[in-house]
């Protein structure tokens, strides 16, 4: 077998065997996980790209800005745009039917286990671009979280009503 063929022979193992590589997320169920087991492949080699909602850009260059926040009501408006993009906020209470934690559980523990098996799925990240696509994503969503974590202490500081503070 050729260096060239060896090497092509690896890295279709390392592209179709990604797609079992997953993070343990506790808000996903199984399917969920299963579907992004599908679609990891090509998101490696940065075919596909996670979108960045335009509401995280709008902000991501400044995040404790007021401006055009004088009210509660404004806050709240705010507060309620980046609830739609972003994860349940850390103080959000969500009822949760028992098979639904069971499931997300299994999905959490499948995940977690497939997840370290797959060699050099960093590298191929690195090299294709898509981790440094994630890294953006991942700045996008935390200038969010900030964001609103932010307007929240604003918010109980001038007496809003909820969500406009914690």
């Known amino acids: 077998m050729t260096k060239l063929a060896a090497a092509c022979t690896t ?6 065997a990604s797609a079992f590589a997953q993070k343990a997320d506790p808000d996903r169920s199984v ?3 299963a579907e992004e087991a ?10 596909k790209k996670t979108e960045i909602p335009a509401k995280l850009i709008a902000i ?3 995040p404790y800005s007021l401006e ?47 997840g370290g098996i797959i060699p050099f799925r960093g590298i191929v990240r690195e090299i294709s671009g898509a981790a440094g696509d ?24 001038r007496g809003c009503k909820a969500p406009a503070r914690p």
């Open 68 to 114: 055009g926040l004088r009210r509660c009501s404004s806050l709240i408006k705010e507060i309620e745009e980046l609830d739609a993009v972003l994860a349940p906020d850390v103080n959000a209470k969500v009822d949760k039917s028992k098979a639904e934690k069971r499931e997300k559980t299994a999905g959490r523990v499948a995940g977690g286990l497939i």
């Open 134 to 157: 994630e890294r953006k994503y991942n700045a996008a969503v935390y200038a969010g979280v900030v964001r609103r974590g932010f307007l929240k202490g604003v918010g109980l500081e």
């Open 60 to 62: 991501q260059d400044e």
């Open 38 to 47: 599908a679609t990891t492949p090509v998101r490696d080699v940065g075919l």
């Open 31 to 33: 399917g969920e996980h």
């Open 11 to 16: 890295m279709a193992f390392l592209f179709s």
